[in-house]
């Protein structure tokens, strides 16, 4: 490649506009490789959809509409590996698969954050199923699913205000 560019240029009879041409090829190259990698990447607002999407496929009992936001090799757990699931069809399965849950679930989003330069965010929350819990998860994002989701719970009978010290608290 060197010795074709250096021909090029010794060839050319306004050799300045060669380089002109090569370097903005290699700009533009740049320019279409970022946009390619920006259109894998998630915004802070797309990340609460697809946070929205899981809480509200949870809240409907229907597991794939919760499912569908994860990467086929994605990894949910509890650490440490309390509740460890991995893949996007365990993850259904987990999360009711095609029968559904015996009790319905019950989830609220209270606060979320997603930094867009790492694709890794957070979100505080209160889940009810057969029992109560308030807490965080936090989130890595690739190819604009969720690649790996990691929670920490408590177990309350508290609402959320009194638990977080917030008093009413929403999104």
């Given amino acids: 490649m060197k010795v074709k560019i250096h021909r090029l240029l010794l060839n050319t009879a306004y050799p300045f506009i060669a380089v002109i041409t090569l370097a903005t090829a290699l700009f533009l190259l740049v320019v279409r490789c970022s946009r390619i ?6 915004s802070s607002e797309q990340f609460t959809d697809l946070l929205t999407q899981v809480s509200d496929g949870w809240n409907a009992g229907d597991a794939r509409k919760a499912a569908d936001v994860f990467a086929e090799d994605a990894i949910y757990e509890e650490p440490p590996k309390k509740q460890y699931y991995q893949g996007q069809a365990s993850i259904f399965e987990f999360f009711g698969g095609k029968k559904g849950l015996p009790r319905p679930m019950k989830m609220n989003w209270h606060h979320i954050a997603f930094n867009e330069q790492t694709q890794i965010g957070f979100g505080e929350y209160s ?5 109560q819990y308030h807490g965080i998860a936090t989130i890595k994002i690739k190819n604009k699913k969720i690649a790996v989701w990691r929670e920490y719970q408590y177990e309350s009978s508290m609402d959320w205000g009194t638990f977080s010290g917030e008093g009413n608290v929403s999104k």
Wanted: charged share 35%; glycine share 0%; hydrophobic share 35%.
């Fill in 37 to 42: 990698s920006e259109n894998k990447r998630l």
């Fill in 127 to 131: 889940f009810a199923m057969n029992k």
